[in-house]
């Protein structure tokens, strides 16, 4: 039945409050608008206005392959997650996608595109990755159309990394092309069943041949052997170049000398924290960095008007500037100040016979005259650029286990030596 | 299985489970529960993670209504009767719940910031089931009254208690040295509990206004669940985007609903008969989002909050109880109705994770392993006080309810 309206002086009265309270509620409301704090309006639109482009995907790739990705579990209501030091994904009813940083959320993106781009998926919508951690077909197939044209694919898989794949590959021009790619697999390949017979070399194969160069069948130089355990297959060549290079590099040398590395943060970052500078990827225990409380995650800060943008620009201001001076760091949105302690320049002892001194890269010193490095015509001051393949700090010879027969690759003035140290 | 075929499936499996449940003659919302801990990611992950995300859409409707639903305890005739009592026994629950629960933390070696936003999460008790309970058992009594306004009132408090202690521990974090001022963050303290409380509240009140006067130019049951689904999806959509409560907002429509008209009040006894889907959906899925893995999680600290808060909800509520005037068995059992506990605790947890990430991870484990154990016998609980204050009535079919429901549309 339809209400009668009566028009009498309690209804029109009545009409009177109902339009009045209406009013005092829409004020509400574009009061409340209009004195949004910055803070809100800000993080409203970086979740749900951010746009990314190929090449902010593409450089995000890149830092997520570079560095270590972490998987955490257990921490919150979901599903899995898989997470770089900040950028992940969550699955779950209540937030779509979160952003990571030392395995807490930090930052709920709704709806955002990026995380799963970022790791080369186009399924729109969440993404499930229980089948890409399974898969060991995922690093390979986000590469391979725009990266890996040539089929001829080396592998080389750090076991103690655990979660590190460097895929390499030969290009039309002869060239070993390394692509990092990074993914989690609690099995990962095996030295055998990889593709290697395509990369035919001019020298016998075996564990023993780490260490040696690489030619392809024209005579083209491809790279060093680098080490494989467990089989007598070559699992990764690389560039001699590529190996002084990255040996010296700045990254190297934050790596060795103060144990941390870096990486710069990509625009797209920015946007979701706020900082420019440089992103802390990880941080070795017993170096200055850890001593100074640096954590993963960090976004270390300028200090001074110069931005610190890349590695090198840190390293410069590490070595330019006195250590003891504060660093500013932004941790988790505040802002704090971290001091290295006072450089202590006295060589450290390794147990392969000889000492060296992480302040200028890894410098030998103290070489043992009885030893294989010396007899092999390595002398105080040359630099040990890498251990059984991999980048030398001091964290890694710590690791490395005196009692098994270990390669090292030396650079003696401009020239690179490999010498097989055996126990 | 796509998303369509998910929905299907949960609300097929869902009436099974109402039907197995009740030979054992628990809640049909605790086998909801069940079937979506059942066939969610913990045990056989038959819906997958993506699915679960998109029809997260349905719980949001879900819980509009339910909130629409319970804000009709504020019909002013009627809380005229309870309203006092109410008031008086759920600010009681809410201070002791708070106090003793930030003395529990702190006793379990929790910093003083930890323990006072896990008592202010500790406070709330769960609309969705306890409401639910009283649905499936046709309730109605001083009690379920005394429950239905506490219920909403509580979790009013437990929003504004919360939005006020993270408020407090974010300036205090703040005086470690940041990048964003401290009294930005204080502004922001205070925007947010205003905002929270009274935006809610007007949005709600003007979309109540709406759905009452349009009311009363519909007459055909659809077209009534037409505008009543319409304004609660436009209720719930706006929250979000101008960032205020969903649930204040929703409680507001109900309440103004509720006393806007004789005809506007139509619209809860054709909601009531329309919306089981949307519950059904709404407890499978919030089943299948409890994680049984984070009952390894509990440990100490947990067990410690769910011992402390059912205590603290036995003797706030069986103390202040005493002194109201309901009935002696109505007193006696309405403890055992206010254990349910997830909800807003839910939300309120997550929103932690942007706004203290500092110190979100342990309390987000400590709340959500203990949600799990009260969301499974929170509705238990409350059907036993139920039926032990002699409030439950016999389910009508669903001849009898159109039956009855004929005359009123005349």
Known sequence: MTPQIVKTPEA????????????????????????????????????????????EIEQIRKIASNSAISFVTGRFAGAAQIVDPYLGVFLGSHIPFVAWKNGMAVSAIQSHPLPAEAFGITSSGPVNMQPILNSSAFPIAAFKSDQLAVPNIALNWTPTDGASVILATRSSEGKVIFVPGSFIDTAPFSCSGTPLEELRTTIPVSTHSVGNVLFDTNGTLLGLVVSCRDSAAIISAMDVDAIIAKATSPEATLRASYGIATSSIPQVSEKFFGADGLLVTNVWKGLPAADAGFLPGDVILSPNKQPIATSASLLQLLQSANTTAGIPVLRFGRRITLRFP??????????????????????LENLDVRGALYAAGIRDGDKLLQADGRVVSPVLLARLAPSAPHYFTVQIGDRLKGVFVAP | MNQLASLGFILLLALVAGHLVKWVRVPEVTGYILVGVLIGPSVLSLISGANLAALGIFSDVALGLILFSIGSIFEFSKFRHIGRDVIRVTITDALATFLVMLFAMKVAGQSWQA?????????????????????????????????????????????????????????????????IAGSAIAYEAVYRFFWQILGSAALGYLVGLLLGAWSEHVHEQGEVLILLIGCILLTVGLALVLHLSTLVASLA??????????????????????????????????GANLHLSLLKTLGIVGIFYFLARGASKVVSFSLSARR???????????PYAMFAHAGLAIGLVLTLGRRLPEIAAPITTIVLSSVLIYELIGPLTTKFALLRAGEAHKSPDIQSTEMAAEPRQS
């Open chain 1, 12 to 55: 029109s009265a009545h009409r009177k409050r109902l339009i009045f309270s209406a009013a005092v509620a829409v004020l509400i409301l574009v009061l409340g608008t209009i004195f949004r704090p910055a803070s809100l309006r800000s993080s409203s639109t970086t979740e749900s206005e951010v746009t990314v482009s190929q090449a």
């Open chain 2, 324 to 334: 109201t005037r309901l009935p002696q068995a109505a007193r006696s059992n309405f």
């Open chain 2, 115 to 179: 323990a006072s936003i896990i008592a202010a999460i500790a406070i709330e008790t769960a609309a969705a089931s306890t409401l639910m309970v009283i649905r499936e058992l046709n309730a109605e009594g001083p009690l379920t009254d005394a429950i239905t306004g506490t219920i909403a009132l509580n979790n009013v408090i437990c929003l504004t208690t919360f939005t006020l202690v993270v408020g407090f521990v974010r300036y205090s974090l703040s005086a470690n040295g940041t990048t």
């Open chain 1, 342 to 363: 006072p450089a202590k320049d006295t060589s450290l002892p390794s147990a392969f016979g000889f000492d060296y001194r992480r302040q200028d890269g890894v410098t």
């Open chain 2, 253 to 286: 429509v109900g309440a103004t609903a509720a006393n806007y008209s004789e005809t506007s009040r139509r619209v809860f006894q054709i909601q009531s008969r329309t919306d089981p889907p949307f519950y059904a959906i709404f407890f499978v899925l919030a």
